[in-house]
């Protein structure tokens, strides 16, 4: 029986791209939303603006469609009355009430990214927490907090860091993924140290193939970090770091799901017919909203 205590405030995060995270943070938001109907804002905290441009941005459906977006292409599709994330890092705008967008979802909202979150970093460089001020009066308006973080460890994660309770760190199994993953640790453990004395991370594996000889073996020798004192990088900061529901490897079903959002999100559909990594997914939020941190 799934037994929900506090509400939660998460990262998704690595310093290594193209593990997953944006697929994360949107698929565990709206499996939240629409399937435990629990109230979520995501918050885009990338310059790439993956996340944003799921909801607001390009509907390329087919190859001519994607032919038309290159020609056409802007780089940055929020229109200029979109209140970003930008915007309030910049002091310009401080009610964050006002950057809050709604979804195609019921209960999910969305707070947008933009190209101009590159130059935004400067404005944080003498505050570790104005992110954990922002959404302070959102925590009690919400039952889930997401960000989706950049692939990169700059004062923008850090001040995310700073105002969740946990992150969440996907990782292929593959051993060129090690390196990401412990520079994103090392970065969790500086923010514990110094300014997060609640923080913790957790790793969950992503793209894995349970038919690969190597995946299941790296699996398995990732289980070995938990508890062991000669971990001292890993096991700096107390508690569970490891989510032992594995995330498949991701077909051409999941791949779609780049296309336009809500078609993408098709894999998360309520019913008999929800592929198993929606499942995944639902058993992720759960675990996520269940208090195991």
Excluded at 49 to 70: C, H, M, P, W
Excluded at 94 to 103: E, G, P
């Amino acid at each position: 029986m799934f037994m929900e205590t506090e509400k939660k405030c998460i990262a998704i995060t690595n310093q290594k791209g193209g593990v997953g995270k944006t697929t994360t943070a949107t698929a565990v938001s709206i499996a939240a939303a629409e399937l435990l109907e629990k109230k979520v804002l995501l918050i885009d905290t990338d310059p790439q603006a993956n996340s944003t441009r799921q909801f607001i941005g390009n509907k390329v459906r087919s190859g001519s469609d994607l032919v038309e977006y290159i020609i056409n292409y802007i780089p940055d599709e929020v229109s200029d009355e979109q209140i970003t994330l930008s915007h309030l890092l910049k002091r310009k705008v401080s009610d964050v009430h006002k950057a809050i967008m709604k979804t195609n979802y019921k209960n999910l909202d969305f707070i947008a990214s933009n190209l101009d979150l590159n130059f935004t970093k400067r404005f944080l460089s003498s505050s570790a927490k104005y992110i954990k001020s922002i959404i302070e009066p959102l925590k009690n308006e919400y039952d889930l907090i997401v960000f989706d973080c950049a692939p990169s460890t700059d004062n923008i994660l850090y001040n995310v860091l700073n105002a969740v309770d946990c992150c969440y760190i996907p990782i292929q199994p593959e051993i060129q993924s090690i390196d990401g993953l412990m520079q994103t640790i090392l970065f969790a453990n500086q923010a514990y140290d110094l300014d997060n004395p609640h923080l913790n991370f957790k790793v969950i594996i992503t793209m894995f193939d349970s038919r690969l000889k190597h995946h299941r073996e790296f699996k398995d020798n990732l289980s070995r970090l938990a508890n062991n004192p000669d971990a001292h990088v890993f096991n700096h900061i107390p508690g569970k770091h490891i989510v032992f529901n594995t995330i498949r490897k991701q077909s051409a079903c999941v791949d779609r799901s780049n296309s336009f959002a809500k078609q993408k999100h098709f894999i998360l559909e309520n019913g008999s017919k929800r592929p198993k990594i929606s499942n995944e997914y639902f058993e992720l939020v759960k675990s996520i909203l269940g208090g195991d941190l």
